[in-house]
Structure formats: structure tokens, C-alpha cells
T-cell receptor, first 113, second 118 residues
Framework: KQEVTQIPAALSVPEGENLVLNCSFT??????LQWFRQDPGKGLTSLLL?????REQTSGRLNASLDKSSGRSTLYIAASQPGDSATYLC????????????FGKGTKLSVIP | GAVVSQHPSRVICKSGTSVKIECRSL??????MFWYRQFPKQSLMLMAT?????????EQGVEKDKFLINHASLTLSTLTVTSAHPEDSSFYIC??????????????FGPGTRLTVT
């Protein structure tokens, strides 16, 4: 059974700071891993998808890395802005043969102006 | 692109009634759709996986007779909560996956439906 842990659970940083969110998962036989953001009371917005064969993906100020063998992924946010405040969710696929996602509890990010 | 809608966004119903939630992929065909529920301050829990034209596969502990899922077309899936009870109150979110047609297994999520059972 895939289990996902996200550290820290909450993070507060001043505007402009670079930050790293961590995700670890127990079953490394994944197809891919997605990072999402969720604003309060809203659905999920997909940020990045990393295929199991990839090491990293970049989109704007976001960079996600994947170390499948050690069961780790990080999301790097550069030059944080107040609009980045949200909960960030890491979701690897379950394991061999499954495209279903397993979610961590998320990291709640607050960027202080 | 890759927009998924849900309707309604909020619904309040009385205990014992049934509620239907629709999930539509607006600009792509979804081979597979997923239904999740999320309790306050908790993560998303997968309820079921549905493939177009097939019966849904339910996660352990999810009552298939209570949460009826229909995936009648490549752009529409519905979740019906039957005989709703207050403990069914939750945030329900669907996602859609293009799948084999485009070789994309990325999931695109709807905006969610807040169900309150009184």
C-alpha cells in the first residue's frame, strides 16, 4: 500500500524567499508523480507531473525533482509570492500496474507580504 | 485545455434523500474518471475508479450501493449519494484522465462539490 508523507505540514515564509517542500512515498514502483495546489474550499490545480523515468520538471518558478529509488520528491518554489499561499499536495501513483493516485496530507504554505 | 467541471458546486439536502453530482471533461475525452472525498483538514481519499462503459471499481470500505457511479460517456461521470446521512457531508472531487487515447495519465481535477446533509 502506497503511503505518502509530506514535510513540513505547514510553512510560513516572507515574500521573496525560495523554499522547498518535501514528499516521501513508500512504494517506488510508480508511473508518475503529480504536484497540486489546493486553495481553501476549492479543487486541485495540477502544477507539475513527473514521469517515473524523469528526474525533474520545471514550470516557471516551480521545479519538481524525483528520486524514485529512494521514494522522494521535492517541490522548489523560487521567489515566493503571497499568491503562492495554498496547500500543496504530492501524489504519486500507487504502485506497479496502477495509475491511481495516493495523496499526502499536504503542506500548507503561507507567504507573508 | 484540460478543464473538468462539476455540478453542483454546493448542495444541501435532507437526510434520507439522494443527491447526484456530475463531473464533465469539457475539452477532452476521459477514458477514466475518479471520485474522491475530502474531510476538513484531511487529504483526498479515493472512493472509486470508473472507466467509460464499465462498472466502477470501489475502494475498500466504500459502499457501492450507497455511492452509485455511472460513466456513460467519455465526457461525463455521475456520483449519486443515495439515502444520504449527515456523516456523508463532505467535499467530493472528481478527476478525469485522458488515458490510452493520448498516452496521458495525468489527472485533471474538478472544482469540487460541497455536500451538506441536514
Amino acid at each position: 500500500k502506497q503511503e505518502v508523507t509530506q514535510i513540513p505540514a505547514a510553512l510560513s515564509v516572507p515574500e521573496g524567499e525560495n523554499l522547498v517542500l518535501n514528499c516521501s512515498f513508500t512504494d517506488s514502483a510508480i508511473y508518475n508523480l503529480q504536484w497540486f495546489r489546493q486553495d481553501p474550499g476549492k479543487g486541485l490545480t495540477s502544477l507539475l507531473l513527473i514521469q517515473s523515468s524523469q528526474r525533474e520538471q520545471t514550470s516557471g518558478r516551480l521545479n519538481a525533482s524525483l528520486d524514485k529509488s529512494s521514494g522522494r520528491s521535492t517541490l522548489y518554489i523560487a521567489a515566493s509570492q503571497p499568491g503562492d499561499s495554498a496547500t500543496y499536495l504530492c501524489a504519486p501513483t500507487r504502485g506497479a500496474g496502477s495509475y491511481q493516485l495516493t495523496f499526502g496530507k499536504g503542506t500548507k504554505l503561507s507567504v507573508i507580504p | 485545455g484540460a478543464v473538468v467541471s462539476q455540478h453542483p458546486s454546493r448542495v444541501i439536502c435532507k437526510s434520507g434523500t439522494s443527491v447526484k453530482i456530475e463531473c464533465r471533461s469539457l475539452d477532452f475525452q476521459a477514458t477514466t474518471m475518479f471520485w474522491y472525498r475530502q474531510f476538513p483538514k484531511q487529504s483526498l481519499m479515493l472512493m472509486a475508479t470508473s472507466n467509460e462503459g464499465s462498472k466502477a471499481t470501489y475502494e475498500q470500505g466504500v459502499e457501492k450501493d450507497k455511492f452509485l457511479i455511472n460513466h456513460a460517456s467519455l465526457t461525463l461521470s455521475t456520483l449519486t449519494v443515495t439515502s444520504a446521512h449527515p456523516e456523508d457531508s463532505s467535499f467530493y472531487i472528481c478527476s478525469a484522465q485522458p488515458g490510452l487515447a493520448t498516452r496521458s495519465y495525468e489527472q485533471y481535477f474538478g472544482p469540487g462539490t460541497r455536500l451538506t446533509v441536514t
